[in-house]
C-alpha cells in the first residue's frame, strides 16, 4: 500500500493506518468463503423449490456485497459515533423486534421476521451488536457519573429483550445476547459469584424452556438418545464430513446439497466439509478463532474501558454464533437454527453481523479521543456534536 504511506493525512490514510488490517483481511476472507460456498450449496436448494438456480447466489452476492461495505464503512467511524449509531440503531432494532409480534412472517411457528420488497428482516440480529455497545456504555457510564443508573438501565434494557425474545420465540438469540451480558459484567468487574449466578439462571432457564418449547425439548431429546426421533439432517451432514476427508471431494462433487433443505444456510460447514475436505474447514475455525483472539490481545493494550467491555461483548456474539453453528452441525451440541457467519445464506444475518465487526474494527481503532472515564454523561452528550 506505498500510496498510503505515514505522510499521507487523507481520511483513507489515516484509517488503514490505524485499522486492524489483520482482523480486516480476515473478515474479507470469510466473504470470499461466503460466495464460493454459495456457488455450491444454493443451486440444488433452488431447484428443489422450483426457483432459479441462481436465485440464492444472486441475493447473497447482493448481502455479502453490502456486508462488505458496511464493514469498511462502520470501520471508519469514530468511537463516538459507534455509539450513536448503537443509540438509534438500537432503538429502532428494539421498535422493529416489539413489531414482528403483531405484523411479523411466521416461520415453523415463531415470528421473528418482518417482510421488506428484497429481503426479510431479522431486526433481533441487529439488536444484537448495538445491545453489547450501549451496555458496554451504560456499564463504563455509571462509574464515573454519579447520579447516572447505567446498570439498573442495563438490566432493564436486557429485561425487556428478553421478553421480547420468549414472545418470539428464538431461544437460541436469547442465549447469545444472555451469554454477551453476563461476559460483559464480568469484563466490568462484578463479583464472580454473582456472574456465576448469573450462568446458573441462564442454566435454569435452558431447563425450563426443555419444558416450556416443545420444538427445544425435541432437540435435546434428539441429542440425548441418538436412536430416538428423526436425525436425518445430522446424520446426512455427519456423513458428508466422512465423504469430504482430507482434501475433499473437489468443487461442484459434494452430494449433501442435494439432500439437505438447510445445506445453504444452517448446514453449509457440511458442504465445506464434503467438497473441501478437513483441511479447509480447519482454516475457517482458525480464521473466526484468529478474529476473535488477536481482538482480545488489543484490548489488553486498551486504557478505554468502553472500548474493553462493547468489544469483548461484540466479539462473544461473534465467536458464540460460530461456535453454535460448526458446533451443532458436527453434533457437538443440540441442533440449532444459527447461521455462519459471512459464509451462511442470509441477508439479516450477513449485515448484522457485519455491523458488528466493523464496531469491533472502528473501536480498535488507534485513534485520539474517545469515551474515557472522566468525560460523564452530560460531556459525553456534548461531544455528539462534534461527530
Known amino acids: 500500500m506505498a500510496g498510503y504511506s505515514r505522510t499521507d493525512d487523507s ?39 422450483g426457483a432459479s438456480r441462481n ?39 428494539l421498535g422493529a423486534t416489539m413489531l414482528t409480534l ?8 415463531a415470528r421473528r421476521w418482518i417482510a421488506l420488497p428484497l429481503m426479510s428482516l431479522q431486526p433481533s440480529e441487529f439488536l444484537k451488536p448495538c ?3 450501549v451496555t458496554g456504555w451504560l456499564l463504563t457510564e455509571r462509574r464515573v457519573s454519579r447520579y447516572f443508573p447505567g446498570m439498573l438501565i ?14 418470539q420465540p428464538d431461544i437460541g438469540m436469547l442465549t447469545v445476547i444472555t451469554a454477551v451480558f453476563l461476559v460483559q459484567l464480568f469484563v466490568d468487574g462484578l463479583n464472580l459469584i454473582f456472574v456465576g449466578f448469573g450462568f446458573a439462571c ?6 425450563a424452556a426443555f419444558f416450556i418449547f416443545p420444538h427445544v425439548r425435541s432437540r435435546v431429546e434428539r441429542f440425548m438418545h441418538p436412536n430416538v426421533g428423526d436425525h436425518y439432517q445430522i446424520d446426512t451432514a455427519l456423513r458428508a464430513f466422512g465423504n469430504g476427508g482430507l482434501l475433499g471431494r473437489g468443487p ?27 483441511v479447509i474447514c480447519l482454516l475457517i475455525i482458525c480464521i473466526f478463532a484468529a478474529i476473535v483472539v488477536r481482538t482480545l490481545l488489543r484490548l489488553i493494550r486498551e486504557d478505554d474501558p468502553f472500548v474493553v467491555i462493547a468489544t469483548t461483548g461484540l466479539l462473544t456474539g461473534f465467536g458464540l454464533q460460530a461456535f453454535v453453528n460448526m458446533a451443532s452441525t458436527l453434533h457437538l451440541i443440540p441442533t440449532k437454527g444459527m447461521t455462519l457467519p459471512f459464509i451462511s445464506y442470509g441477508g439479516s444475518s450477513a449485515m448484522s453481523v457485519a455491523l458488528a465487526i ?28 462534534s461527530v
Not at 462488505?68 to 429502532?92: D, E, H, K, N, P
Not at 441462564?202 to 431447563?207: D, E, L, Q, S, Y
Not at 474494527?361 to 472522566?374: D, K, Y
Request: proline fraction near 3%; aromatic fraction near 10%; charge should be positive.
Open 202 to 207: 441462564m442454566v435454569a432457564a435452558g431447563i
Open 252 to 278: 461442484g462433487e459434494g452430494r449433501v446439497k442435494d439432500l439437505l433443505p438447510d445445506a445453504h444456510a444452517d448446514f453449509v460447514f457440511a458442504v465445506a466439509g464434503e467438497e473441501y475436505g478437513l
Open 55 to 93: 436465485m440464492f447466489i444472486f441475493k447473497q452476492v447482493m448481502f455479502l456485497s453490502v456486508a462488505g461495505l458496511i464493514v469498511t464503512g462502520v470501520s471508519m467511524l469514530s468511537r463516538r459515533a459507534v455509539l450513536r449509531l448503537s443509540l438509534i440503531g438500537g432503538a429502532l432494532m
Open 11 to 49: 481520511p483513507f490514510g489515516r484509517w488503514w493506518r490505524n485499522v486492524d488490517r489483520t482482523t480486516l483481511i480476515c473478515t474479507f476472507i470469510l466473504i470470499g468463503f461466503g460466495y464460493i460456498l454459495m456457488l455450491a450449496a444454493s443451486p440444488a436448494v433452488a431447484v428443489r423449490i
Open 358 to 385: 466493523g464496531m469491533v474494527l472502528a473501536l480498535t481503532r488507534q485513534q485520539p479521543g474517545g469515551l474515557r472515564p472522566g468525560n460523564g454523561f452530560i460531556t459525553t452528550l456534548r461531544q455528539w456534536r
Open 131 to 133: 445491545f453489547a455497545v
Open 102 to 109: 403483531v405484523h411479523g412472517i411466521e416461520i415453523k411457528g
Open 154 to 167: 442495563a438490566f432493564g434494557l436486557y429485561g425487556l429483550i428478553l421478553l421480547l425474545l420468549k414472545s
